[in-house]
Structure formats: C-alpha cells, structure tokens
C-alpha cells in the first residue's frame, strides 16, 4: 500500500471517530479553518502550509491542503538531521507529536508522524462563542484549550517552560500554557519556515503577505535538500534580513516604495533541555524602507557605508582578502546595529581621512527626514549654510582651507563649533563678501536645528555641514597634504562619546 493511500485511510478514520463520537464536541472541515493569529511562532507554521500549498490566504486552505501539509512535513521529519539535530536540539526538545525525542528514533516513521498530525488536527474544537466564559487559547482567543489530549510545555511549543513549575504559567495550570489545538497543530509546521543559523531564525511580518515572501526562501530549500535552510551560511539574522530587502526591493522599479508600512520582527531562538533563548529583533519601519532605498537608487554609496561598519580588525590580513559578500555573511556591522539601536549613522557618510563622501546627498537626505525626523525645510537650510562656508573658505590658500576644516573636524564641544564660524565671518569680513555667514536668529536655528538638545543637535549639523563642505571641495581638499597637527584625531567618523 502506497505512503498517500495510508494516510488517505487514517485521515477517513479519524474523521469518522471524531464525527460521529457521541461525546463530541469537534465539527467537520468548515470549523478546521486556519488563520492569522500575530505570534511568531504560530503564524511560521501557517506560512509554511501556504507555500506548501501554493497558496496565499488561509481561507484558500482545503482538507486536501493540510494533507499535501502532513505528507510532506512527515517525510521530512524523519531524517536525523532533523529529527535529532534540529527538531530535538534547537525547537522541540523531546517532541511526542513530532517524534523528536530520541527515544522514539527506532518507532520513527511518516505514518507515524502523519498520524499524530492528523489526530491533533481533527481535535480542533469549535470557536468558542463570544459570551460563552470558558477559558480560551492565549494566542488566538478563539478556542478553549487543549489540556484534555496534551501537556502543553516547550515539548510542543518553543520556550515555554519544563512544567516543573506550574504557577510559572498564567493559569497555573499543570498541564501548561492555555493554548488550543489550532495553535497547537500550526506550531509543528513552523521549523520549515525558520532558518537554521547559530540560533533558529523565524522572520514574522506583516501585511502577512510580506511575511509569505520573506519566508518562501527557507521552505524552498527544504522542498530541494530536505534539510532546514541554512540562510546561504549567513551567520547574523539582521544581515540575511537586509540581502533579502535589497534583493526584493531591486526586483522591481522604485521597489523601495513597497515597504511603506511593513512591520518586521526577527525572533532569533534556541529552545533545548539545556539552554531556553531568545533574542527579538524589531526592524523600525523607517530603517526598513531607508535600507530599501539605499540599495534601490544609491546601491554603491551604501555599501561605502557598510564597508566602514564591518566589526573586523581592518589590519587584519584576512580582512583585506574577504570580499563584501563573505564580510556580509559572517560579521556584525556597526551601521546595521546603530540603525536597529535608533543611533545616528551620519558621521558614516564621509569619510575624515580622506575628506570625501561616502553616498550621494539625496540618500542622505532621504536618511536625514525618515529616520532621524529632520524637517525637510531644516536640512535645506543647512545645506544652504554649508554651501555659503564652502563660497567663503574655496578660495583661501591650502594650509589656511586646510586649518580652516580641521577645526570644524575636530570640534567635539559646543564652544569650538562656534568658534569655527567666528573663523569663517572674519573670513567673509577679510573677503568683503555681501551678507553675514548667519543672523542670530539663524545661529540659533542652526544650533537647535535636530531638536532642543544642543548637545546632539549640534553634533548632527556639524556632521551635514561637513559632508556638504567635502562634496563641494573634495578635489581640492584631497590634493592638500595630509600631514596632521600634534593631537589632531582621525577617528570622528567611529562615533564618538557624548
């Protein structure tokens, strides 16, 4: 007898059981029906039915879909690689639904895995009723829990405890955490949609078709290896997030459009019977669509950027024979880490010791009034500001133009900043050039241009006046010398302290 025509059999007998069992309270194939329920984990495990499918919408789900679903995840499931590496060692330790538990390996087959799937799936219970008071599903709400057929502990279900505590859980309850079978079935389909770094990743999105596109990836290279995806070696869950938006913004022109709106959290996890982890990692929308910008319409500027932020020793002899695409793959980088941190990545934008940019104005700009908040009219203003320093000092003699920037370079507190605009009104003054460099009310404006907090405001404005001052005289400052004066630091651009 054919693998299909046994499950064909189960899946008719279990329905017969559970329909027609006098003390039953479960419904036929309309009340099977899946949906979105916003937790991580549960909505992985619908991800990955849907793409098993070809489908995009729960509501498109047939009876024949979950059983395509059982057939496919239960072949893959008994491989060892699976079963005992990742199934048992990072998600599901000593899984009894699943049979990841080692003690199963010799009872271990698809029918058996299928059949379990099958009996949690014709358990699902009607939809409790909106007035009815019994206790309803953590996650979903809708149906009552499962306590009846399972111990709901991180055996079933990742990081939730070994149940040797009980009053760990919000109901107290020694069979576990209030979760339905709903919840339950869709969870043990999840480890397909994750990706198998250090740590298990699980990519949760929203709108949810976002979330089917990111995740396609991982259950593709399941359906051709029958292994877990290992990300393309990608060892950082933020770095394989930003290749994937890059590589999906470029499909199509201004793609970077497409992310407006789109929320994105990474859960990055190992559950086994020794260590119980997880990090979240919430990607701020406006750090989603600026990556997607940046890749879209100043793609070389932004990997300039990226280059400065790799956290590996730049003397380092490896270092210099990694290619971007290795670095990417294996290291941390700064940037990534200020953007997700809501830190400023201005002073990345030029590069000090060469006194050029590193990216074009409108990527900064756009960087400048979506991520940091700058009001548009402000930027232009210091644009404007900076192009009148440039009119000033472009003329001067090298060792004056080069005195002149340097001390604008190292001003690291407020009353050196305003020095450097003393310097250049006597300029202006020595030049007999119409107009001051700035009224009061505009210095002040300047000051406080990035918010009341002088102390930050000013160090942002001086970071866009000297990108702006390096764009309009790169050529000239790059053909000065460089020899530097007795403390003179070159680091400014590594970030400094506040």
Not at 89 to 110: D, L
Not at 351 to 371: G, I, M, P, T
Not at 416 to 422: P, Q, S
Not at 432 to 448: G, I, P, S
Request: charged share 30%; with cysteine; net charge positive.
């Amino acid at each position: 007898m054919s693998k299909i025509a046994t499950l064909d059999e189960f899946f008719e007998r279990e329905r017969k059981v559970v329909e027609y069992s006098e003390d039953s309270e479960f419904t036929s194939e309309k009340n099977k029906r899946f949906y979105w329920t916003g937790h991580p984990f549960v909505d992985a495990g619908l991800t990955a039915i849907l793409l098993i499918a070809n489908k995009e919408k729960p509501e498109e789900l047939t009876e024949e879909d979950i059983k395509k679903a059982i057939e496919f995840v239960s072949n893959v499931y008994t491989k060892k690689e699976w079963a005992s590496k990742y199934l048992h060692g990072m998600i599901f330790p000593n899984n009894g639904i699943i049979m990841a538990n080692p003690s199963m390996s010799k009872k271990r087959t698809p029918e058996g895995i299928a059949n379990n799937l099958l009996k949690l799936y014709y358990s699902i219970p009607n939809v409790l009723d909106k007035s009815n008071p019994e206790s309803r599903c953590v996650i979903c709400g809708r149906r009552k829990p499962a306590h009846n057929k399972y111990n709901l502990f991180m055996s079933v279900f990742p990081l939730l405890g070994t149940g040797g505590v009980p009053n760990f859980f919000h109901s107290a309850n020694s069979k576990g955490v209030d979760i339905c079978a709903h919840c339950l079935f869709l969870v043990q389909f999840m480890p397909i949609a994750t990706c198998n770094l250090p740590r298990v990743l699980v990519i949760h999105a929203y709108p949810y078709q976002k979330m089917l596109e990111l995740c396609e990836e991982a259950v593709r290279d399941v359906k051709l290896r029958e292994l877990a995806s290992n990300a393309r070696g990608f060892k950082k869950p933020e770095n394989f997030l930003f290749r994937k938006i890059a590589e999906i913004t470029q499909k199509i022109v201004g793609g970077y459009k497409q992310w407006e709106n789109v929320s994105i959290t990474l859960y990055y996890f190992i559950c086994n019977n020794q260590n119980q982890s997880i990090d979240v990692i919430p990607i701020p929308n406006p750090v989603l669509r600026f990556i997607a910008f940046a890749e879209s319409v100043d793609p070389k500027g932004w990997r300039n950027i990226l280059n400065i932020g790799w956290q590996i020793n730049k003397n380092n002899k490896k270092r210099k024979k990694l290619s971007f695409e290795e670095l990417e793959r294996k290291y941390t980088n700064e940037v990534y880490m200020k953007l997700l941190n809501y830190e400023s990545i201005l002073p990345y934008f030029y590069d000090k010791r060469k006194r050029n940019v590193n990216a074009s104005w409108r990527l900064l700009e756009f960087y400048c009034v979506e991520v940091l908040g700058l009001n548009k009219e402000t930027l232009e203003f210091i644009k404007n500001v900076g192009d009148k320093i440039v009119e000033t000092i472009e003329e001067l003699p090298n060792n004056q133009l080069r005195r002149t920037v340097r001390e604008l370079e190292n001003a690291n507190k407020l009353w050196e900043f305003e020095n450097f605009f003393v310097r250049v009104e006597k300029i202006r003054q020595d030049k007999k050039l119409q107009n001051a460099l700035l009224t009061f009310d505009e210095f002040a404006r300047l000051l406080t241009a990035y918010g009341e907090d002088i102390n930050v405001s000013w160090k942002t404005v001086r970071d866009l006046l000297l990108f702006r001052i390096y764009e309009k005289l790169h050529d000239r400052l790059g053909g000065i010398g460089k020899e530097s004066e007795e403390g003179e630091e070159f680091e400014h651009w590594r970030g400094e302290e506040e």
